[in-house]
């Protein structure tokens, strides 16, 4: 049975930092894309970042440069560093394997 659990999220100041993470188990991290996602309120899920089965990760141009996703085969964790963060990154925060999403991990942005 495929599980995916999220933690890390929390309350910062803009320019502030968190590290998200993202335990997948009951399959490979080699089987599929892994993506973060998120949702702010009344708005639509959006698509923030991507890591393929070789590794190759990209972003969204909202995140580039400030988030950096990342992950380790060997404990079936994928990472969401994010640095210099804006109100406008918060909302919940989801991890995605294929068909599988985790309950989410809230992120809050303010002064």
């Known amino acids: 049975q495929v599980q995916v659990v999220e933690s890390g999220g929390g309350q910062v100041q803009p320019g502030g930092s968190l590290n998200l993470s993202c335990v997948i188990s009951?399959?490979?991290?080699?089987?599929?894309?892994v993506g973060w996602f998120r949702q702010a309120p009344e708005k639509a899920r959006e698509w923030v970042s991507m890591?393929?089965?070789?590794?190759?990760?990209t972003y969204a141009d909202s995140v580039r440069g400030r988030f950096t996703m990342s992950r380790d085969n060997a404990k079936n964790t994928v990472y969401l560093e994010m640095n210099n963060l804006k109100p406008e990154d918060t909302g919940v925060y989801y991890c995605?394997?294929?068909?599988?999403w985790g309950q989410g991990t809230q992120v809050t942005v303010s002064s």
């Open positions: 995605n394997s294929r068909d599988h």
């Open positions: 009951g399959r490979s991290l080699d089987d599929y894309p």
């Open positions: 890591v393929r089965t070789g590794g190759y990760i």
